[in-house]
């Protein structure tokens, strides 16, 4: 039987996106992550081989946690209630993980990884995105009749754009979101999804 972790994995996470978010880039050394989740710097380099897998699970997680939402909210019947559904699933993520929101609105995956990864988790980087591409060439196909590169570009103006140009300002300013900034954030998915 394995041996219990001391210092769970997320607290580790945890550590390492809050010196991002809260400090920069710079000051989230492998010595400062320790520091701030208690863990010793030697589990942190078992769990991880470089700084830059740590920060890739981080970003994973992030990403992760937000396309769950994304694609439940995606299954709506109707493909309007559905995409709406999804582009507010975005808002209420955001709302819900405000900090895993600010690392994806703050910053993009490669200014955090900068050292060549291992061949699994660069596979895994290349393929995070494919669950929400899969929904958005759904939903162009039930709204449209047809996934062409037009109707895709719509449907990311509205379930990707859109929410993401409606939430980065409050999010990195530390605003707190409100009811309506989702209310006009859903008229206006509406209206970007309806001919």
């Not at 196909?141 to 300002?169: C, E, M, N, S």
Request: hydrophobic residues 45%; aromatic residues 4%.
């Amino acid at each position: 039987m394995p041996r219990p972790q001391l210092h769970a994995t997320e607290t580790i996470l945890d550590a390492a996106r809050g010196l991002l978010l809260n400090e920069g880039a710079g000051a989230a050394t492998v010595s400062e992550i320790a520091r701030v989740s208690g863990a010793p710097a030697g589990s942190i380099y078992h769990r991880f081989s470089s700084l830059d897998e740590l920060f890739t699970r981080m970003w994973i997680r992030a990403v992760r946690r937000s396309q769950a939402e994304f694609r439940t909210a995606a299954a709506d019947p109707d493909p309007v209630r559905a995409g709406v559904a999804a582009a507010l699933s975005v808002y209420d993520f955001c709302d819900r993980h405000p900090a895993d929101a600010r690392l994806l609105l703050s910053f993009r995956r490669d200014d955090l990884i900068q050292r060549p990864l291992s061949d699994s988790a660069r596979q895994e980087l290349d393929e995070l995105n494919e669950p929400v591409r899969e929904v958005m060439t759904d939903l162009a196909r039930r709204l449209y009749g047809r996934a062409g590169r037009q109707r895709l570009d719509r449907v990311a103006l509205a379930l990707v754009d859109l929410p993401h140009g409606a939430l980065r300002r409050p999010l990195i300013e530390g605003q707190k979101l409100t009811p309506d900034r989702r209310a006009a954030l859903g008229a206006a998915v509406r209206a970007a999804l309806e001919e």
